[in-house]
């Protein structure tokens, strides 16, 4: 854990009482949890590292009853966490003693455009439900993360989600044409646009997009969403090192363009640490090599030889001698198997120990080396340590990921936490990188990016944040550090 | 002209002396201009709707030097306009007796890299020599406007430019990675990321791109590349009425998926406006039709047959009856002649007199409805009045071009401006639509946004202008009305 214990809010009783009975009555009291172990969902955050408090959870059904509850606590000067699914990875989520706004409730689809290829989703929504929209009205949302079935598109919006289809379709931001925000005195900001260009005044759409509920709070968003592929080729290759998973991306990227939505990679110990624990995964390839690289292509054309194309481009890259082995999937069935592989690296990860992790990006011509330097910087700081890193190496995020050493105390090796985040986010930065390339800073991060990030870039953002938020109350000490903190 | 006269900025000749004497002690006295006949071409717009006027024309020569500059006349009090290669369409890079700096001399593709697929840019090159330097390592810069050969990249990302190719590859914004930006008090931030993903903090980038030189001026960027398509089919077909075009772009878009590249318009009246004017422009098709589409489609596959898709796609709307007649470009020659008849049509409109234009857009799916309503009420309101809606159909962008009835007097004509964009603005807005799509605020249209942009995003607007420029120096009077007007 890189963050100090935060400082708890406290507010007087007689004020917050007040403001939670005008909440209770406009709302309904039964969307007012207070009762301890009803909150427990809301205040336990899936990596267990942190625990919450709030006087209460409250649950507005409607944009309009969200835009009450910040006005109330605009004038009673009570702060608020907006929450959606809870699955954050940098306690964004998390209250210390503000009151918790969940949006759970503003889950409905508003509507479904096939033309203009626009989706309008409440911020409640799971992302889950609005793939499903998509796909029944013949079209596609790209967005895909591990946690799609129970995060929340108000909470992918706030915290900009990245995930695998990034490198053709772009992060949350570049799914999105509008949003409806809930501005700090409560004002609400119609800004839900289905149009592909109006230069009519400043972004403001990109602004609240990945400000973790710090600037305002997102009820709902126009999405865009694109023509489904009807067909889809996927490939797992193997590679003696890091830098061969990079010469295949270029050799492909050369040749597919937009048909390459997907470039990702893991070492020999994911990928035996995924046959060894998880059920149903399946050796795909002959023997072990050192990176595998997995590459998705899909086209919307019915009759579009993508398999072949793979193949051509994998014929050249034997020759080369920058590939092992490789498979290419033959059925729908195949693809999805080799997905798993992938996909279930996190989960796998778990039963090795505690595992301390990075989520980082470099430039990707430079994501190669930086993988060599941090490894041999951290294997260097701890014997029989077990680097893990993998991820979307086609948009050079890497989920730079460190198993502890075997037999080593659990707790005794997380402790050593902020010792890697000094040696994996100096090297990240002196390749120009990010220490937070798709999670965002929530409370985890905070005083990494304090220390990392350009000082003028700091306080512009500052500036932003006193002009949008004056009194500090929105989802106070995240991502920034609050005034008088 | 929908703008009132401009009320000149005044400035104490005094304080103005000093600091254009240090200015010329930093940067050299060659690059400040104050002779009037050596300021003309700064200070005339290629429309003749507004003539500058400026106490110097400063040309710095580094982003230092803009920074010296910006920082003495925070210190002084004194407004600045930044300049490109003034081709904007609304008056935004035109002074009111503000100092104009211009950025012309910063003009170095300073890196490029054909893995990260990014090119490093000073604000002053021109949007040509970035295609060019783009296309000599084998890739693709996408953004394509008519103004190309000396419009500068530093007002493309000031004003947020559109063009032919933002169907696939989005608006500038969209092509812009990072930026280097000097602030209001001359402070320089330097966000050149190379980066694909990157959540550290509020998307500061988005907040300058669009934002017209009001809040910092931007001195370079990071621009994203593509690879290079290998193949290229062009098609134009002609249509009975408006909603054809649509049609065919939803069919052709379901399959062609990221291939269309481009999804253009124009009338029957635009067709034969250029026809009869401009050389070397040759008919196409047999006959004449009520509308033309113009579509583009391009691949990285050297032995992909877009043709042959393309074929297939008019083939299924000839039987549905949607299409009169096509033709699909044999050759490179045949694709840009087929691009001529679209390209060449502002010029084309010159030579019919007056032209009353409006740059606009709505949703995608509605945007036939709104040719035929707004086309309908402006030749109500003025008999004889000859429509030219063309444009970026696939985008749901219409420059609603209205050429005026033959014989009438053009100043007569012109002066019914204000009244037209009543008529068309109306309809516009009324289609949830945008009264600037691609051209920006800058001065012209200063009021239009304020009579119908939403007051809190207005609000909101004004907010971040004083939070990132106090003293209001920065491009004063453009976009929005600044603090005392």
Chains 1, 2 share one sequence.
Request: with cysteine.
């Amino acid at each position: 854990m890189s963050s100090t214990a935060p400082r708890p809010i406290l507010l007087p009783a007689d004020r917050l009482t007040a403001a939670i009975a005008q909440i209770s009555a406009r709302i309904g009291a039964q969307y007012v949890i207070t009762d301890a172990s009803d909150m427990e969902g809301y205040l336990v955050e899936q990596r267990g590292l942190f625990r919450g408090a709030t006087p209460a959870v409250v649950r507005p059904g409607s944009t309009e009853e969200v835009a009450f509850v910040v006005k109330i606590c605009a004038e009673a000067g009570i702060p608020i966490v907006p929450q959606g699914g809870n699955t954050g990875l940098v306690g964004g989520q998390v209250p210390f003693g503000a009151l918790l706004l969940s949006l759970g409730r503003l889950n409905k689809v508003r509507a479904l455009d096939a033309t203009d290829l626009t989706l309008t989703a409440e911020a409640g929504c799971t992302l889950h439900q609005i793939q499903q929209a998509a796909d029944a009205a013949d079209c596609l949302f790209p967005l895909s993360i591990a946690s799609e079935g129970t995060c929340q598109i108000g909470g992918n919006l706030a915290t900009n989600a990245g995930g695998t289809a990034v490198l053709r379709y772009g992060n949350t931001r570049d799914l999105t044409l509008g949003l409806e925000v809930v501005l700090a005195d409560g004002r609400v900001w119609n800004g839900l646009s289905r149009l592909r260009k109006d230069n009519t005044g400043y972004d403001l759409k990109n602004l609240f997009v990945g400000s973790e509920g710090t600037l305002g709070i997102i009820t709902a968003a126009v999405l865009r969403l694109f023509p489904k592929p009807r067909r889809r080729a996927t490939a797992l290759v193997g590679v003696t090192d890091v830098h061969q998973v990079l010469a295949l991306f270029r050799r492909l990227r050369a040749v597919a363009g937009d048909t390459l939505t997907g470039f990702e990679f893991l070492p020999d110990f994911g990928m035996e640490t995924v046959l060894k624990h998880m059920s149903g995964a399946v050796r795909a390839l002959q023997g072990q090599h050192a990176f595998y690289a997995l590459a998705e292509l899909t086209s919307t054309r019915a009759d579009d030889d993508l398999a072949a194309m793979v193949e051509g481009v994998l014929a050249e890259a034997f020759e080369a001698g920058e590939v092992e082995d490789a498979v290419i999937a033959a059925s729908e069935g195949q693809s999805q198997a080799l997905w798993k592989l992938r996909e279930d690296l996190s989960e796998a990860q778990k039963f090795e120990g505690g595992s301390i992790k990075h989520d980082v990006s470099v430039p990707v011509s430079r994501v190669a080396e930086f993988v060599e330097q941090a490894t041999a910087a951290c294997e260097a700081h701890m014997p029989g340590l077990r680097v893990c890193a993998f991820g979307h190496i086609g948009d050079g995020n890497v989920h730079f990921n460190l198993s502890q050493p075997v037999g080593m105390d659990k707790t005794a090796y997380l402790d050593t936490w902020e010792d890697f985040n000094r040696i994996v986010h100096d090297i990240v930065v002196s390749y120009a990188g990010s220490i937070s390339a798709e999670h965002g800073i929530g409370f985890l991060k905070r005083e990494e990016l304090v220390h990392y990030k350009d000082p003028v870039a700091l306080d512009v953002m500052a500036s932003i944040k006193a002009a949008l938020d004056p009194a500090g109350l929105l989802n106070p000490g995240k991502m920034l550090v609050a005034k008088g903190e």
